[in-house]
């Protein structure tokens, strides 16, 4: 019955619907703070991705694009209104000082990211490529873990989801993790058959995938 009352307020009222959409978590400090990290990361994100080498190869199979199934819902319920549209509260508190703590792990974990991707330099793609003149490359970040920007996204979106402390964020954090470590796995059999597995497999008996110190394969 709420659903169907929120839905039919917009309907009849757009300022309902601009409400709706800046609604929930993004507009209560400190869980604010968490919104305006995202928001700064994703756009700084985008306008770099026009910093990147060219494309010599896709991953074009089904299987190659299985990730984007469970980061797309994740996504959905990670967004702040999601919570508000079916009318669920908070089943974590953690206060103003646990937000902000849990806000810092976001930041960094965002900027474990970007140490990443400048380090990665040219040879960065969202998508599962192979670039000109492709490498393994084993520093910086890239000596810590395998996939440095998805440990640094999988640890920035648990911290957020546990921080808004609802049961749709937490799932919606999980199932963007899950998305992501998928990602890796499948990134890794790319790479192995593009770089050669002499020049890859060697790299991963070195340095964990996702987790630093952690032991691996």
Request: charged share 15%; proline share 5%.
């Amino acid at each position: 019955m709420q659903l169907r009352n929120i839905v039919s307020d917009m309907w009849h009222d757009p300022g309902q619907f601009l409400a709706f959409v800046w609604s929930g978590w993004t507009t209560t400090w400190p869980t604010e703070l968490l919104g305006l990290i995202w928001i700064a990361w994703l756009i700084s994100w985008v306008v770099a991705s026009f910093w990147s080498g060219r494309t010599e190869k896709h991953a074009m199979s089904w299987q190659a694009r299985a990730y984007s199934i469970p980061i797309f819902a994740g996504g959905i319920l990670f967004t702040p209104w999601i919570a508000h549209l079916v009318g669920e509260k908070q089943v974590l508190h953690f206060g103003s000082g646990g937000t902000y703590v849990l806000a810092g792990l976001t930041l960094g974990g965002i900027s474990f990211t970007w140490w990443a991707r400048i380090h990665l330099g040219r040879f960065w793609s969202n998508a599962i490529t192979r670039k000109e003149g492709h490498r393994v490359i084993d520093t910086g970040p890239y000596g810590l873990v395998r996939h440095p920007i998805y440990t640094g996204l999988i640890g920035a979106i648990l911290a957020t989801g546990i921080a808004v402390g609802t049961v749709t964020a937490i799932l919606g954090a999980v199932l963007i993790s899950l998305g992501m470590a998928l990602k890796a796995r499948i990134e890794e059999s790319f790479l192995t058959e593009e770089l050669g597995a002499e020049a890859y497999e060697p790299y991963c008996r070195r340095v964990p995938m996702l987790v630093p110190f952690l032991p691996h394969r």
